[in-house]
């Protein structure tokens, strides 16, 4: 019988270990992959990953591995044993996305701060943090297994490169849409939502069709933990954006209420802007005046956000995003025990603070 779908499972184990155990399986496959390219294009990728400083020495920093434990522990949960070639090469190759499209961001967005520390196009310039992007993306298409390849499952050599290519056709769509809002006076909710499941949801989901793919699902199964990796990623992003707003910079390492100084349509600030309620238009005229939002004025935004409800509507959102990803992951047909690791990250995703 499967576990209920309102929260994890009792006495899950902590998500920890997963993550730990999916760094440890994609990293040296990652730096194998960098040390191939472009000596001035290596030491950009491993600064931005952590791996060293600006000046090449080394440094315990780098990302959580999120996309790869979600190919992990989908490959894992099918109860049977998965290719290892299979899983790592899915693993580096999401995580090789992943930063792309971080590197890109980063530029895009003018953000100054990636992981506590000057992101890499404000030490390397714009142009090579973009060359950079280009080459990850290359690189890690290149590196899923084709269909010669006879180390990993027939479904996975037939398919990975495709599941791979549209989600990123859907990440970039996305953040084409994010751009676009930053010029629109108006943004529906839908249309919000709509960015989200592309620039955020699509790589989580991606990395979950590919575990399954890497474990040998069937199309059900695997159709169901894609699903739970798609509402799973709009989860991810709701929690984003009320950290963008709301978050300890302490602890997120960018400033307070970022994404309001840069006036950021994000699900919160959107949901709060279709209030009715006159936090909702005050809201509105703050986000119209052609002058930058002083420190008082991002804060008396971030008042009206939650005012509005904006704030209320984006943690509900969550939780129900969180629930009908733990309904697609009962329809995969997985037994409970095989479950635990998925929902234990879930829900260290839903709680995380940074």
């Known amino acids: 019988m499967s576990a209920s779908v309102s929260s994890p499972l009792p006495h899950a184990p902590s998500a920890r270990p997963l993550l730990e155990r999916s760094r440890a399986l994609v990293e040296p496959g990652y730096r194998g992959a960098v040390d191939l390219l472009p000596s001035p294009v290596r030491r950009v990728i491993g ?16 990302g959580k591995a999120i996309r790869p434990a979600l190919v992990l522990a989908a490959a894992s949960a099918l109860g049977t044993e998965p290719s290892e070639a299979a899983v790592t090469a899915a693993g580096v190759a999401v995580e090789m996305v992943h930063d792309f499209s971080l590197l890109h961001d980063d530029v895009m967005d003018r953000d100054m701060t990636r992981r ?4 890499a196009w404000t030490v390397f310039g714009t142009g090579q943090a973009i060359v950079a992007g280009d080459l990850l993306l290359a690189t890690a298409l290149g590196h899923l297994p084709g269909p010669a390849a006879g180390a990993v499952p027939a479904p996975f050599a037939r398919d990975a490169r495709a599941v791979l ?10 953040q084409s849409l994010d751009l676009r809002f930053e010029r629109r006076a108006r943004v529906t909710l839908d249309e919000c939502l709509r960015m989200s499941d592309g620039k955020t949801a699509a790589l989580l989901e991606a990395s979950c069709r590919l575990g399954a793919l890497a474990g040998g699902a069937d199309p059900q199964a695997a159709s169901s933990l894609a699903a739970f990796g798609r509402h799973l990623g709009i989860a991810f992003q709701l929690k984003d954006d009320l950290l963008g707003i709301w978050g300890d910079p302490a602890v997120t390492g960018k400033p307070a209420g970022s994404d309001l100084s ?26 119209s005046a ?21 704030r209320a509507w984006a943690e509900l959102e969550a939780r129900r995003r969180l629930t009908a990803a733990f309904t697609a992951l009962d329809h995969a047909a997985i037994p409970a025990e095989h479950q635990s690791e998925l929902r234990a990250l879930a829900s260290l995703l839903a709680a995380r603070d940074r």
């Open 290 to 310: 052609p002058a930058e939002l002083s420190e008082g004025e991002v804060a008396r935004a971030a008042q009206l956000v939650e005012q509005a409800g904006g």
């Open 262 to 287: 840069s006036r950021k349509k994000s699900l919160p600030v959107v949901a709060a802007l279709h209030s009715k309620n006159t936090a909702a238009g005050e809201l509105a005229e703050l986000f």
């Open 47 to 62: 600064y931005h990953a952590g791996w060293w400083d600006v000046d090449g020495r080394a440094a315990d920093g780098g």
């Open 165 to 174: 290519s549209d989600a990123v056709v859907r990440l970039c769509a996305g």
């Open 116 to 119: 506590h520390r000057p992101a």
